[in-house]
């Protein structure tokens, strides 16, 4: 069975080309490519089950961006989690976690983002994916708590990605996450590339960073420490007074071309978010693509998008991915282009929050 949903078939076909890429990325390292390789078989296995599940009504995205944890090793300025989820309390346990991720498997979820906090505050977490080698975790991390002993139980999960969070050089990244932690994102660069581990490196544009982070040297700089895979998130004014932080429509302009250039140039993989959305046909947020649990188990439209319905802890996944407010969200593709500067939804959050109210027709 294949899926029907427009949708659902152009988001299918990026995700192969974008996991091909990294087979053709990872050719120095053969253990890695092979990775890759049987990801674009599950992710054809995973699409076969979401059709089931769409022929149903039920929309079951390919990704699942769950913030396991609000606690953190560091205090960063400005920190998204900490401005929206600023409880720490009531995390999910290993058990219900550990159930979650397969009952995610089984309905055909085949791509994890995890995030926090710091995800590797939860010291269970490389257990939890060694137990499912098909699907690929991405993990967002400022890269501290990850040592040797952690650095060898990753060289034996290639399916685990570790994202490392910067801000740009020394200067940047320490003024807003501590004095030394630019340092130390060097140093396990250098050890990551020596265990052949693929990792990647996460950074925030705004108006002010867009040249700096966009530059060749900053690329150079971090691909020849090891890098792999660089993910562009734009900017997203949660905060009041720093709406002139968005890039401009003509900078989203500039980095999409970019993306494409220093895709062809380096040997690493680039996306930028919200930006690439528009090629699949606007954000994929509420189920069109991914869906968002925050560390309490609510299941939300997007991270950005703090509304919720349904809770995963009392009731199944499945269930909870027929949520009123998901499908409501669905119902207006239209309002779900991109537009310029971050979130779409976050924009847009007092609609969201109106159609908490409103039953599925």
Not at 267 to 275: N, R, S
């Amino acid at each position: 069975m294949k899926l029907k949903n427009p949708f659902s078939i152009r988001l299918h076909k990026a995700l192969i080309v974008f996991f091909l890429n990294a087979v053709k990325k990872s050719f120095n390292n053969p253990g890695q490519a092979v990775q890759f390789f049987k990801t674009v078989r599950y992710f054809y296995q995973s699409a076969r089950r979401r059709a089931v599940y769409e022929k149903e009504g039920i929309q079951v995205p390919p990704i699942i961006i769950y913030s396991i944890t609000q606690k953190c090793n560091l205090k960063c300025r400005g920190c998204y989690a900490q401005a929206l989820h600023p409880n720490p309390d009531g995390e999910m346990s290993r058990q219900e976690v550990e159930r979650f991720v397969q009952e995610a498997s089984e309905l055909g979820v085949s791509f994890f983002v995890v995030a926090g906090g710091e995800p590797f505050i939860r010291e269970e977490l490389l257990d939890i994916t060694r137990a499912h080698p098909e699907i690929i975790f991405l993990v967002f991390t400022n890269g501290i708590l990850i040592n040797d002993q952690m650095i060898q139980r990753l060289k034996r999960q290639r399916n685990v990605v570790p994202l490392i969070s910067i801000e740009g050089y020394r200067e940047e990244t320490d003024e807003r996450r501590g004095e030394g932690v630019y340092q130390s994102i060097l140093d396990l660069s250098t050890k990551l590339r020596e265990n052949r581990i693929f990792f990647g490196t996460s950074v925030t544009l705004t108006r002010k960073t867009f040249s700096l982070l966009t530059s060749s040297d900053f690329v150079r700089e971090h691909v020849d420490v090891g890098s792999q895979f660089f993910l562009y998130l734009e900017y997203t004014a949660i905060q009041e007074g720093t709406e002139d932080w968005i890039v401009t429509l003509e900078q989203r302009s500039q980095l999409m071309s970019l993306m494409k250039r220093y895709q062809a140039r380096w040997p690493a993989l680039f996306m930028a978010v919200p930006g690439g959305e528009a090629e699949v046909g606007g954000c994929l947020a509420a189920g069109r693509g991914f869906v968002h649990i925050n560390a309490n188990g609510n299941l939300e439209p997007c991270p950005f998008a703090p509304f919720s319905d349904s809770n995963i802890r009392e009731m199944s996944l499945k269930k909870a991915l027929q949520s009123d407010l998901l499908f409501n969200i669905r119902q207006y593709p239209e309002e779900l282009m991109p537009m310029e500067g971050g979130c779409v939804l976050w924009k847009k959050r007092e609609w969201v929050k109106s159609l908490m109210k409103t039953p599925q027709v």
